[in-house]
């Protein structure tokens, strides 16, 4: 299993396409335990609709966490078979073990709170 978490500063990012990179980490998915194998910071390509989903397909993700991510995106990441997780903040070093705890905290989309037809409404959901 590969898990793809948007990533600004060590922190999820609060929108999907506009992060400094993906942490990719590759889980072991043993019955018992889950564990991470490996991790790695790839670079995010320029933020154009309906790239992210394919890129992440090719690096092999089957989840994708993030702070916001529009429902059209959404759509395309699950098109993808990627899951997406998203309203999650904090740590990216603690989401992942939330995540593998089964303890993710989600919640609705970071881009839909507080924008109320703004730029900023528009730009949240791109795909």
Partial sequence: MKIAIATDNDQVAAHFGRCACYTLFEVEDAAAEKKVLSRTCIDTPAHEPGVLPGFLHEKGANVV?????????QQLF???NIRPYIGVTGKVDDVIRDFLAGNLQMGESLCNQGHEGGSNHHDCHHD
């Fill in 65 to 73: 966490i993030a702070g916001g991510m529009g429902p059209r995106a």
């Fill in 78 to 80: 699950l098109g993808f």
